[in-house]
């Protein structure tokens, strides 16, 4: 325990002083939000990644995906991959780049007002990313904590607390320019320690091959190409996880930041391959939960009759059957996917209600100062309303994370993918696009459809519909130049 608790305190130490050291060079929003948008290739392929693997995937994700599933939870990963990373950095990156530029915008709300001259969607847009990131934020806050809870015998709630605070902390004071400094040393150590998590797991369960026949033993459709749950199930969490980061404003934030196209090319090659390990080794160990947990050998993750309990599962594996001389760089993995999401959706969040809804309708020509200021306050209570959601446990990590990522998903991807490749592409389109797939997201979700379902029906009603009106109703808006 002593050794734990030295590594986590010089981890800790490490990451202040990367934000004391960042927060010399933020002055303006500018350098808070985007880092001055110079940021290279290398940090921005890391920051990419590890904003978009955190506790939540490696822990709610992998656990259940992995145990539903079993080797077809792989499917996942593969997606997220070619679709969530290659595909985006490839077809958007340099479009986004390129509307920067154009526009001079830094929030997609700002894209939106200036795009479709619609300062309803701008503010449909703010109001959309704060509602719906509070739980998304407070779903990594519970990973971590029940991460903690289960290594280091603390209550949940001081856990979460406690990485509430220096998640603020952090984060107030260097802005994005800590962030991306700080994820270079997190991708590599999340490199690092997949890799050793990957061989133990393989270890402890006398190999591919071993963890493969216990598999098959319980359901041979564990190691088939679908698992038991079928395949429309499967489609929709590849789909959901994979098509998804689109339209997501704390994954597109980082072409806004990036220094030129040649980063971006790098970029995408690097953040693929991190993704691909990254997302692999999680799937692939959330499927040999079935193989190496029992009741016997850990409790806490079953339910007196013998369910598993699906937050627990991947937190047990760590601390019931790796090493203890491994736990301490498997625990520095989680930690550092999830400070990298945690600062990414805090940022995004708090430029919503700073930039788009204070400086866009409240106090237009508000000084950079005074928005560098709000946004330094906005993020500190930001991390406060997630953490206070957090306490309440109020679903499990995949459901939270479903419903946040398909309702943000519905509203942005139609109006936004459409909107930087097609010029035809008009304000009541974006509006009809928002509005109903938001709309049916939340309705199927409400009547008992499972979150990746709901938000996979909801963006593809966005993307469908938002063209469609398009083409239907006489434009509107201007085209883009």
């Known amino acids: 325990m002593t050794i734990k608790l030295v590594v986590l305190a010089l981890y800790a130490a490490m990451i202040v002083f990367m934000g004391v050291r960042a927060m010399r060079g933020t002055q303006s929003f500018n350098d808070f939000f985007l880092g001055g948008g110079k940021i290279g290739p290398w940090m921005t392929a890391f920051t990419y990644g590890t904003a978009y693997f955190s506790a939540v995937v490696f822990i709610g994700f992998a656990g259940k995906v992995g145990w539903g599933f079993g080797f077809s939870g792989l499917w996942v990963a593969l997606g997220n991959s070619l679709v969530g990373v290659l595909a985006v950095w490839w077809f958007m990156g340099p479009r986004i ?70 998640t603020a902390l952090y984060l107030v004071l260097g802005g994005y320019k800590a962030m991306t400094m700080i994820d270079m040393a997190f991708g590599m150590i999340m490199t690092v320690g997949v890799i050793v998590l990957v061989v133990a797991t393989l270890d402890a369960g006398d190999g591919l091959a071993g963890i493969a026949r216990t598999l098959s033993a319980q359901d041979p459709r564990l190691t088939g190409p679908v698992g ?31 220094r030129d196209e040649r980063s971006i090319r790098i970029g995408m090659w690097a953040s693929t391959a991190f993704a691909l390990l990254i997302g692999g080794v999680a799937y692939f160990v ?16 079953f339910t007196a009759d ?19 001389s491994l736990v301490i760089l498997l625990l520095l993995v989680l930690l550092s996917a999830s400070m990298s999401t945690l600062a990414a959706l805090v940022l995004v969040s708090s430029s919503a209600v700073v930039k788009d809804f204070y400086a866009g309708f409240v106090r237009r020509g508000a000084s950079d100062r005074w928005l560098t200021l709000l946004m330094r306050l906005s993020s500190a209570t930001f991390v406060a309303l997630s953490v206070v959601l957090a306490l309440a446990r109020p679903a499990t990590i995949v459901t939270i994370l479903g419903i946040s ?15 930087l490749c097609w010029r035809r592409m008009h304000r009541i389109g ?52």
Request: glycine fraction near 10%; charged fraction near 10%; hydrophobic fraction near 55%.
């Open 97 to 166: 780049r390129a509307m920067v530029q154009h526009y001079g915008v830094h929030t997609m709300g700002e894209f939106f007002e200036v795009r479709y001259e619609s300062r309803f969607l701008k503010l449909f847009g703010a109001l959309s990313v704060f509602v719906f990131f509070i739980p998304y934020t407070a779903a990594v806050f519970m990973g971590l904590s029940y991460l903690f809870e289960s290594i280091f015998n603390v209550p949940y709630w001081v856990a979460l607390v406690g990485m509430g605070g220096f």
């Open 430 to 481: 974006a509006i009809t696009g928002a509005v109903v797939a938001l709309t049916v997201c939340l309705g199927l979700y409400f009547a008992g459809w499972s979150s990746p379902q709901a938000g996979t029906i909801g963006m593809l009603v966005s993307l469908g519909l938002s063209p469609l009106v398009s083409l239907v109703v006489p434009r509107t808006a201007r085209p883009v130049q």
């Open 405 to 419: 990522w398909g309702a943000i998903g519905s509203v942005f991807i139609g109006p936004f993918v459409w909107g």
């Open 228 to 258: 038991p749950p079928g395949w429309w199930p499967l489609v929709s969490l590849v789909f959901l996880t994979s098509v998804a980061p689109f339209g997501m404003p704390q994954l597109v934030q980082k072409f806004y930041a990036i």
């Open 286 to 301: 959330g499927a040999s939960t079935r193989a190496l947990l029992s009741t016997g050998n850990a409790p806490a993750a």
């Open 306 to 324: 013998g369910a598993p309990v699906f937050d627990r599962l991947m937190p047990e594996l760590l601390d019931k059957v790796m090493p203890d």
